[in-house]
């Protein structure tokens, strides 16, 4: 039979609907208002025209203009839409853009791009934003950056806040490449074992009254620059220096 179209299917008695407790297998097409409480086995067809209602098992593929899950997607079920799916709870991954709001809990977030990479405010792990646009309840924290030794040290403030070098002779610490106006951070400058090296700055990173202070030369001595970039080329910066156990 290459095409059946019915209208309705009714029970012998000509009043209740029928169970097709075996499934129904369809190569071509099934169109429905809805398939509900007919079928307790499986149906299958290479496309569904109309509303679904029930289980469904398996993996779903193709287009859909929409789907409405009431009970929750499970990470089991692959859904390829390009169009909008709603359901009360999504479990498992949830891969390409979201659009909207997303609230409730989540086990973890690897990666968060494209459409959704940014958001008008953000709370992480607060019920409440406490009147901010980023709010964070809990600790945070950066990497230190190891900066590479060498007569020209360049930090690349695209790779970190927060950097660290250790003097193995006399240096110039270079203007920084990559400055985002407001980031902020500390550079820890270490001498090696040795000790006795300096360490020249050049004219983007700005100290009080324009002088950069002269750094400690003791053998492993540690001093903190810490710095507020305002501009590309505006580096505010402020030192601590021979930072070292209180005794």
Known sequence: MSELRVTNIVGEDGVSSP?????????????????N??????????TFDGNLQGNVNGNVTGNATSATVANGLAATASVSTSGIITATTFSGALTG??????SGSAASATNLTGAGS???????????????????????????????????????????????????GNRTLVNP?????????????????????TLGIQSHYHFAGGTAPTFSTAANAVDVIGYVAY?????ACTSTLDVKATS
């Open 97 to 102: 853009d979201v659009t909207g709001n997303v």
């Open 19 to 35: 169970t097709f407790t075996r499934g129904i297998n369809v190569t071509g097409v099934i169109t429905a208002t809805t398939l």
């Open 177 to 197: 490449t990559g400055v985002t106006t407001g980031q902020s951070g500390v550079i820890f400058v270490k001498q090696d074992g040795t000790g006795s090296r």
């Open 231 to 235: 501009g590309a080329t505006t580096i």
């Open 37 to 46: 409480q007919v079928v307790s086995g499986i149906i299958t067809a290479t």
């Open 118 to 168: 940014t958001a008008q405010v953000l709370g992480v792990n607060t019920g409440s934003l406490n009147g901010t646009k980023l709010y964070l309840s809990g600790n945070a924290a950066a990497e230190i950056v190891t900066l590479a030794d060498g007569a020209n040290i360049t930090p690349d403030f695209t790779t970190g806040n927060n950097f660290v070098v250790t003097l193995g």
